[in-house]
């Protein structure tokens, strides 16, 4: 097979820069490991930003999420036994949020790619990139005992933290940096109303609490967890019962739980590999970088990885201009660092760490009350939540 680019992962990243790709005409496959079941049976976060849902709506998949999504002007904080909001609107001079899940959205790209007759290839197996360093690479994947092979000219590593693509960049080329949470969210999907029409990061001694929605009759809700802790010793009970000792007694008292629908635990953890191009190799997303979902930030820097790529992609083939691609690596880790920070930021800011000292605690609460004390600091926060511009 050949094809000009080969994107390695059909997550949100892999999909998104094909559908781009393929309605600016420039022919690509897409080879995933799992199956589409698979795929979408991943319950993650639900918080997109201004520019990522404009970047969904160039590329043909806006609709439903226009139609089911909702925008969301602001949100709480929750600390001290009191609740103040985040007006987004106001600070971040107009913009806003759309509150619709990864799972959906995910959907939808798919949707988008039958449509489009998209080549996606499923049950990819051993998917291996090579001679990433010549201008002639290609990509080799195991499918019902037979071997395959796709030439290419650009790689494009779409395939998650754990994927194979950062992998094969040498040891000697790539640098990591990591920090791993002495903690880890556990979450809850309920068919239940959901507690506040507009999303609640609750700072309290217990731990950490957050009140999300997917819509009006779908709750998500997080507590913080310890790492050791397993999903099995946490039955329904156990967890509605920590949520509303996290929160403040009023919100605790209207809040509707019901049976879970899912409940996972999942580790925190900050991480970015630099550089984020290697030869004719792109990473984008989750394999170049992790950020804990305190900020949720993590689906949308994996957008701004795929604006830059996809807009360099066009300028290489359509005006021979590869000023975009050579900036990639760049131009995307500077915008990354920068959710890098503003997740470690509002992480610290909000949970509890095992090894805090009375005087970090005072450090938190005295940030808090700076934060809604001052228009500058809630400017700051708005116009990172809403999306740092591409
Ligand atoms: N070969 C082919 N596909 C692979 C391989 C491999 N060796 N390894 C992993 N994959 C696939 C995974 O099965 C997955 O579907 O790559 C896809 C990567 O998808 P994600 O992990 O969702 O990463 P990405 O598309 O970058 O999405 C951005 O933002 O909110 C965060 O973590 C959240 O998934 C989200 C991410
Ligand atoms: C979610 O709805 O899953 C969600 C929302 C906001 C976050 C993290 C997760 O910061």
């Given at each position: ?62 609709e ?40 959906e ?11 489009m007759?998209?080549?996606v ?6 998917v ?60 809850v ?31 998500r ?124 930021w ?29 228009e ?15």
């Amino acid at each position: 097979m050949k094809a000009p680019v080969c994107i390695i992962g059909g997550g949100p990243s892999g999909l998104l820069l094909s559908q781009l790709l393929d309605i600016e005409g420039i022919d690509n496959i897409v080879l995933e490991k799992q199956s589409r079941e698979y795929v979408l049976g991943r319950i993650r976060a639900g918080v997109l930003e201004h520019g990522f849902a404009q970047l969904m709506r160039e590329a043909r998949c806006g609709e439903r999420m226009d139609r089911e999504g909702e925008i969301h002007e602001g949100f709480f904080i929750a600390h001290d036994g009191v609740m103040d909001r985040v007006d987004l609107h106001k600070y971040s001079g107009g913009s806003s949020v759309v509150v619709y899940g990864q799972t959906e959205l995910t959907r939808d790209l798919y949707e988008a790619r039958d449509r489009m007759n998209g080549k996606v290839i499923h049950n990819a197996e051993d998917v291996a990139p090579h001679d990433l360093k010549s201008d002639r690479p290609y990509v080799t994947y195991r499918q019902g005992g037979q071997i395959f092979r796709v030439d290419c000219d650009y790689v494009i590593g779409a395939d998650g933290f754990h994927g194979v693509s950062r992998k094969s960049i040498p040891r000697e080329v790539l640098q990591e940096f990591e920090r791993v949470y002495p903690f880890g969210w556990l979450g809850v999907l309920s068919r239940t109303k959901p507690v506040s029409p507009e999303l609640i990061y609750s700072r309290h001694e217990r731990g950490f609490a957050l009140c999300s929605l997917r819509s009006q009759t779908l709750s998500r809700y997080y507590i913080q967890a310890p790492l050791e802790d397993k999903v099995e010793d946490w039955s329904d009970d156990a967890f509605w019962t920590e949520l509303r000792n996290r929160l403040p007694t009023d919100v605790a008292n209207k809040l509707i739980s019901g049976p879970s629908i899912e409940k996972s635990i999942a580790p925190l953890r900050s991480f970015v590999a630099e550089p984020m191009r290697h030869g004719r190799l792109f990473l984008a997303g989750d394999a170049a970088h992790i950020v804990p979902p305190t900020g949720a930030r993590g689906l949308n820097s994996a957008a701004s990885d795929i604006y830059y790529l996809y807009h360099a992609m066009v300028d290489h083939y359509k005006k021979g201009n590869d000023t975009g691609l050579d900036a990639y690596s760049q131009r995307a880790l500077a915008r990354v660092w920068k959710a890098q920070r503003f997740s470690w930021w509002m992480t610290t800011l909000l949970h509890r760490f095992p090894t805090n000292l009375p005087y970090e605690d005072r450090l938190q609460q005295t940030e808090l009350q700076y934060l809604f004390s001052s228009e500058k600091a809630l400017g700051s926060l708005a116009e990172n939540y809403v999306g740092l511009p591409f």
